[in-house]
C-alpha cells in the first residue's frame, strides 16, 4: 500500500509536543485513539516498544518509522508527526528524530506492511522532501506535502515498473 492512500488530514502534526520517545510514541496512541483508530493503546505501545529493543527504528537523518503488526487492528494506519525539538530514539546515526512515521498493520497484511515499509524508506531519502516536511507550519501543509510528495515518488515508481501496483 502506498503512502498516498493511508495518510490523512487528521493523522499529522507538526508540533509533536513530547521530548522522549516513549513519550512522543505515547502521545501519538493518544491521537490515533481519539480518532477511534485503535481501541487498545497499552497493547500497541508495548508492541512498538518490543519492536524498539529488537533494533531501533530510528533508520537516521532525522527519521524514525516505529511500526507493529497486531491482531487487534482491522486496517492499516499511518501517523506522521514531526518534532520541532528533536527526540532521542536511538537512531543509527545518532541524530535526534524530527519526522516519525508510525506505521501500524494488521498481522494479516505482512506483505503490505513490507511494501508500505519500503515505500516510506524511499520517500525519506529525498532529503529536500524531508526539509519541507520539517518546515510545514501546518497541519494541512504537512498533509499535502505528504499526499502530493508520495504520489510524485509513486508515479515515478509505477513508470519504471511498467504500471503494477
Do not use: C, W
Not at 526539509?131 to 507550519?137: D, I, K, N, T
Request: hydrophobic letters at 45%.
Amino acid at each position: 500500500m502506498f503512502v498516498s492512500e493511508l495518510v490523512k488530514p487528521d493523522l499529522v502534526e507538526v508540533h509533536l509536543k513530547s521530548v522522549a520517545r516513549d513519550a512522543v510514541l505515547s502521545e501519538i496512541l493518544d491521537r490515533l485513539y481519539a480518532r477511534k483508530k485503535i481501541k487498545n493503546k497499552e497493547e500497541i505501545l508495548a508492541s512498538i516498544l518490543a519492536r524498539e529493543k529488537i533494533g531501533s527504528t530510528g533508520i537516521g537523518k532525522g527519521v524514525a518509522v516505529p511500526h507493529a503488526r497486531l491482531e487487534s487492528l482491522e486496517e492499516m494506519v499511518l501517523f506522521v508527526g514531526i518534532s520541532q525539538t528533536g527526540i532521542d530514539f536511538s537512531a543509527l546515526d545518532g541524530e535526534p528524530v524530527h519526522i516519525i512515521m508510525l506505521l501500524l498493520t494488521p498481522t494479516s497484511e505482512m506483505g503490505a506492511s513490507l511494501k508500505t515499509l519500503a515505500h516510506i524508506a524511499r520517500m525519506v531519502n529525498d532529503k529536500l522532501f524531508k526539509e519541507q516536511l520539517r518546515q510545514a507550519s501546518t497541519n494541512d501543509e504537512l498533509f499535502t506535502l505528504l499526499k502530493q510528495g508520495s504520489l510524485d515518488k509513486e508515479q515515478m515508481l509505477l513508470m519504471r515498473e511498467g504500471g503494477k501496483k
